[in-house]
């Protein structure tokens, strides 16, 4: 591996951005704002919903999968980008501010 390779493309993952929609009612809405950006690189994508979950947000170009989350009271909720990459933008920061906050109960 080249070290240098490989964290150039680390550090690309915040530059190459598309635009996602949240939909209402969901958690991720109370996190996020109705259409933001995100960084998602994909090679595969979530065809078929597993049992007890819903989408939370799509990208809007192509309508992939970006999140989900449960559809019951338990805390769950998965994202399909990186916003340990993003995270001075404040609809990413409060993903990680959630996640705490719901772990530590």
């Known amino acids: 591996i080249d070290v ?3 964290l150039e493309k680390v550090h690309a993952l915040h530059l190459v951005l598309h635009r996602i929609v949240v939909e209402d009612g969901t958690r ?3 996190i996020m704002e109705e259409e ?3 960084n998602s690189f994909h090679h595969q994508a979530i065809g078929k919903l597993g049992e007890g979950l819903k989408v ?3 990208s809007l ?3 992939v999968i970006e999140a989900v989350e449960s559809i019951d009271e338990r805390y769950l909720l998965a994202v ?3 916003p340990e990459e993003l995270t001075e933008n404040r609809n990413h920061k409060r ?3 959630q996640l705490i ?3 530590s109960k």
């Open 36 to 38: 933001s950006r995100v």
């Open 4 to 6: 240098g390779q490989a």
């Open 95 to 97: 993903l990680f501010e």
């Open 61 to 63: 170009e192509d309508h």
């Open 28 to 30: 991720l809405k109370a």
């Open 101 to 103: 906050f719901h772990a």
């Open 80 to 82: 399909q980008w990186h």
């Open 56 to 58: 939370s947000a799509y």
